[in-house]
């Protein structure tokens, strides 16, 4: 049996909108579940990420307050549309 894989691309479909839109990341509370070894469920506390070291290296990835990874924090965007409304997304 042969097995077959095929990729498709779609190139210049990109449009790039942005003008006019700003887009801001911020990673609000600490979602790890300590407590998931032991099935049980038991949060940290940690209510906002702090990067724990400069922009650019692997330190910023770990928060300073709770030591966890960054995608463990939720993640909030906020889209600003020609300054007229924002919209927030989780």
């Known amino acids: 049996m ?4 095929i990729v498709i691309r779609r190139e210049g479909y990109m449009r790039s909108s942005s003008a ?3 887009r801001s990341v911020r ?12 099935g049980g469920y038991a949060v940290d506390g940690c209510r906002e990420f702090m990067p724990g070291g400069a922009d650019g290296t692997v330190e910023a990835l770990n928060c300073a307050a709770c030591s966890c990874h960054r995608n463990f924090h ?3 965007v906020e889209i600003d549309v020609a300054g007229d409304h924002s919209y927030s997304y989780s």
């Open 2 to 5: 042969n097995k077959k894989q």
């Open 27 to 38: 990673y609000t509370e600490c979602q790890k579940n300590h407590a998931a070894s032991i």
């Open 20 to 22: 006019g839109v700003s």
């Open 74 to 76: 939720r993640r909030e």
